[in-house]
């Protein structure tokens, strides 16, 4: 076998290879499954990850050191050592779905009645004067050379619906998601982040959960949380980290402070004679699915759902607006490739940005943080979102 096609194909085995674990381990931290079990299925990615590779030069030199059969140049093993193919397999498996991935990105097509306004990067340390980093675990991840887990986009984007009431036309909704209050990220980021989305005096705030990692930083909750305001209300839901906690000090909380829990039974937002009903789903980790069957069709229908899975389940109730966050925009945005890491059943299809599956508008934000606090091409966000209705 020719060195320039054996590196090629081990290029591409290990390509294949680390495609398919990081697969499989998004499809299994999409799963209501407790943080300590999860840690021991990502043993199985961590052992693949490592373990592969080396079989697969194994096998390319074994086969070059034996005698064997070619297709199109290159050598298969012989028949009593077929087992050298296994690794292959499963780096093949793993570059299928990545073309598959590939594949759909690029016909991907952009949502009617959807525009990016204005983008704007915020270098909050440099705003601070000082550094934000508490006393939290994974400080080493802060320090990795390209992090933007400081400089948040916050971003205007317009959408236009057909079944939007006219009173509500031009509405300002900030959505927030995913802030993973730990430590590591002090305090004062977080206030400035929250402060500044105030500056746009949104009409309507909602966020999409996971709000703590650990629990005693829900005082956090005041000086953050706390800031914000808007005459059509405040909503929100939680996400599967804080349910890995006690989620009724967090609700508690949040009611203090005049937040709204958006949940199972839809409730309608009012604005003059006009009305938007309003849902949360924060399944697979807790509740059931969101009741909209007292809601007339021809009322525009929102939906807050921390994981953007619940799609289909939207589609089928005629969910016009379904705002999500959960797969922080892959933390880790790779030349080409994009997202890896996605925990999601759809793995990195639905890491962020805006879908528009009919009938349903989805958008997913990248989150303001995470429990490990690493953002390379895929910065923080915060959205202002001017929601229109298309001319008749």
């Known amino acids: 076998m020719e060195i320039l096609t054996a590196i090629g194909l081990l290029f591409l085995g290990v390509l294949g290879n ?37 079989a697969l030069l194994f096998s390319l030199i074994r086969v070059s050191m034996t005698s064997h059969h070619e297709i199109a140049g290159i050598a298969l093993p012989q028949q009593n050592e077929n087992w050298l193919l296994a690794p292959w397999l499963l780096s093949g498996a793993g570059l299928i779905m990545l073309s598959s991935t590939l594949l759909k990105r690029i ?18 340390e440099q705003l601070l004067g000082q550094k934000s980093r508490g006393e939290g675990p994974y400080q080493k991840l802060l320090r990795v050379p390209g992090n933007q887990a400081f400089s948040p986009e916050f971003n205007e984007k317009t959408f236009t619906f057909d079944r939007l009431p006219a009173e509500f036309y031009g509405t300002k909704l900030l959505h927030i998601s995913d802030v993973h209050f730990l430590g590591t990220i002090d305090r004062p980021f977080y206030e400035l982040v929250f402060e500044k989305a105030q500056q746009w005096s949104p009409d309507l705030i909602v966020f999409t959960g996971d709000l703590l990692d650990r629990p ?53 937002i009012t604005k003059e004679s006009g009305q938007i009903a309003i849902a949360g789903d924060e399944r697979p980790w807790m509740g059931n699915a969101p009741q909209f069957n007292q809601v007339d069709e021809r009322i525009f229908r929102m939906l807050l759902s921390h994981t953007p899975d619940n799609i289909n389940w939207a589609r089928q109730h005629q969910i016009d607006f379904m705002l999500s966050g959960h797969n922080h925009g892959g933390q880790i945005k790779l030349p080409l490739l994009g997202p890896v890491y996605s925990p999601s059943r759809y793995g990195v299809h639905y890491a962020d940005g805006v879908f528009y599956e009919p009938p349903t508008t ?24 001017t929601l229109l209705r298309r001319a008749s």
């Open 107 to 124: 016909l991907r097509s952009k949502p009617p009645g959807f525009s990016v306004d204005h983008r704007e990067i915020v270098h909050t």
């Open 362 to 385: 989805l958008h997913v934000s990248r989150g303001v943080s995470g429990k490990h606090p690493l953002r390379i091409g895929a910065r923080p966000e915060i959205s202002l979102l």
């Open 216 to 268: 005693e930083k829900i005082e956090w909750i005041d000086t953050t949380f706390g800031q914000l305001h808007a005459p059509l209300g405040c909503y929100y839901i939680l996400g599967n980290h804080d349910w890995h906690l006690d989620c009724d000090p967090i609700r508690d909380r949040m009611a203090d402070i005049g937040w709204q829990l958006c949940g199972e039974k839809a409730e309608f």
């Open 18 to 54: 680390s495609w398919f674990w990081t697969s499989y381990t998004n499809r299994i931290y999409s799963l209501p499954i407790p943080s300590d079990r999860l840690d021991q299925y990502r043993i199985v990615h961590d052992i693949g990850m490592l373990t592969v590779p080396f």
